[in-house]
C-alpha cells in the first residue's frame, strides 16, 4: 500500500511539472526549496522564537562506545514549533518532495524503491552508516 501511494505522488508530480522540464530546472529547484526549508527554520529562531538554538562545543570523553556517543549529543533545538511554523515547514519539505520526485522521475527512478534500498542500508549497518 505505502508503494501505491509514493507511485502515485511520483505520477502526480509527473502530470503537474510543466514549466520545469529540464532536469537542470528540477536541480534548481530542487535546490532551492532546500533552502527553503533553511530560511523557515531560521525565522522560526529569529522572527518567531517559538524554537531556538543553543549550540557549543560537545564535550565528548575518549573512551566511549559508539553506542554511549548518543548520550553526549542533541539537536541543540530547544522548544515546540507553533502550529503556524509547523505548517510552513511542512510545506516547504512537501516542495522539496515535489521536486526530489521529479527528479527521480527523469532519471527514470522509482522514489519508493530509493527508500526501500535506504532503509536495508540502515537497517543492516546500523550504527556503522556514517554519510
Avoid: W
Avoid at 509527473?14 to 535546490?31: A, G, P, T
Amino acid at each position: 500500500m505505502k508503494d501505491l501511494l509514493c507511485d502515485e505522488f511520483q505520477n502526480t508530480v509527473s502530470e503537474l511539472l510543466i514549466r520545469h522540464q529540464s532536469v537542470l530546472d528540477v536541480l534548481s529547484k530542487l535546490q532551492e526549496a532546500s533552502a527553503r526549508i533553511n530560511r523557515a527554520v531560521t525565522k522560526s529562531v529569529t522572527s518567531c522564537g517559538c524554537i531556538e538554538v543553543t549550540a557549543k562545543k560537545r564535550d565528548i570523553p575518549d573512551n566511549i562506545s559508539i553506542l554511549e556517543l548518543k548520550q553526549y549529543t542533541d539537536s541543540h533545538l530547544n522548544g515546540e514549533l507553533c502550529p503556524k511554523c509547523q505548517e510552513i515547514i511542512e510545506a516547504e519539505i512537501g516542495r522539496t518532495l515535489f521536486y526530489l520526485a521529479a527528479l527521480c522521475n527523469h532519471m527514470d527512478i522509482n522514489l519508493y524503491d530509493v527508500f526501500i534500498k535506504e532503509h536495508k542500508k540502515l537497517s543492516t549497518l546500523r550504527y556503522f552508516n556514517f554519510t
